[in-house]
DNA sequence: CGCAGCGCCTGAAGGC
DNA sequence: TGCCTTCAGGCGCTGC
């Protein structure tokens, strides 16, 4: 489940490969998810970013074209032909190179869009701040909190008020944060620890290379190892670190969540 | 406009 | 052993 350490794991390692390529050809799965693979042949790549969990690759002629990986997408490269039927998209460069878009559950998507443009993508289009932006203060981010009484864990996963969370770097974040979360409203100061718990997080993600619960694997085919370094999410029975108390699963808005029932208050 | 509910997908795991 | 059901969950879409 890519979420934004492993999508930057992978940008840092495809971003050197693919600097002043050219596009000569691009395949794609039947899947209307991924039919725009095709619509960026011709353009040369300029760069490769990320926003959130979206891997941005800019494209000349102020195109852009974005990649999301869902639950179990993961980006490769590769030279010759392949038997792999997980694969479902792939593009061909002027070196002979591949890149491909190996994806299981066919969660991921591709998109080609004029740059910044991403109305077609109301997620992308709506998200919030990267984590890591200097600019970002804890003052804003309880801000955007406030906007919704939604539980806290929920309006993490909706990218809005910050970008690249997903279920394992919130419940840890949360729990690191001591903040609940189910919590519908959480003060200012609370605000601050939780950004700075999820600035911790993340950053730790990325040193180890992702996570790798299942499917996840970096661009050179290696598993992250931060799983080993997981606190919280996935411990549900196991004793909280702090407290001892045993760590519990709840769903919250239909989504599985461990937290400290002791440590993490409402 | 915000948000709840649903559908998309497939492999793994659990039940009988 | 093998079939069936359930679960995992990010995000786009629909409709209230």
């Not at 974005?66 to 490769?76: D, P």
């Not at 200097?134 to 864990?153: E, G, I």
């Not at 950004?195 to 911790?200: D, Q």
């Not at 661009?219 to 108390?245: I, K, M, V, W």
Request: proline residues 5%.
């Amino acid at each position: 489940m890519p979420e934004l350490t492993e999508v930057e794991t992978i940008r840092r390692q495809i971003a050197p490969a693919l600097a002043g390529r050219r596009i000569v050809d691009a395949w794609h799965a039947p899947n209307p998810k991924f039919v725009a693979a095709r619509q960026v042949v011709g353009r040369t790549v300029q760069s490769v970013g990320r926003r959130g969990k979206y891997l941005v690759i800019g494209l000349d002629q102020e195109r852009e074209l974005i990649v999301h990986l869902g639950m179990t997408g993961v980006v490769r490269l590769r030279t010759g032909a392949t038997i792999d039927p997980y694969v479902r998209a792939s593009w061909t460069f002027d070196d002979d190179t591949i890149l491909e878009l190996r994806d299981i559950r066919q969660f991921g998507r591709v998109a080609s869009v004029a740059s910044g443009d991403y109305r077609t993508l109301p997620t992308l289009h709506a998200l919030g701040p990267d984590p890591f932006d200097p600019a970002l203060t804890s003052r804003d981010f309880y801000r955007a909190l406030r906007k919704s009484t939604q539980r806290v864990k929920t309006q993490l996963l909706s990218q809005r008020p910050i970008a690249g969370v997903g279920n394992i770097y919130a419940d840890e974040a949360l729990w690191r944060a001591r903040v609940h979360p189910a919590s519908r409203r959480v003060s200012q100061p609370r605000a601050h620890e939780l950004l700075g718990a999820l600035r911790t997080v993340l950053a730790q993600g990325i040193d180890n290379g992702g996570t790798t619960l299942r499917d996840y694997r970096t661009f050179t085919g290696e598993t992250g190892s931060n799983q080993h370094a997981l606190d919280c999410y996935g411990r549900h029975g196991q004793p909280c670190g702090r407290c001892g108390t045993t760590l519990v699963r709840k769903v919250y808005d239909g989504r599985g969540t461990t937290f400290c029932p002791v440590c993490q208050r409402v």
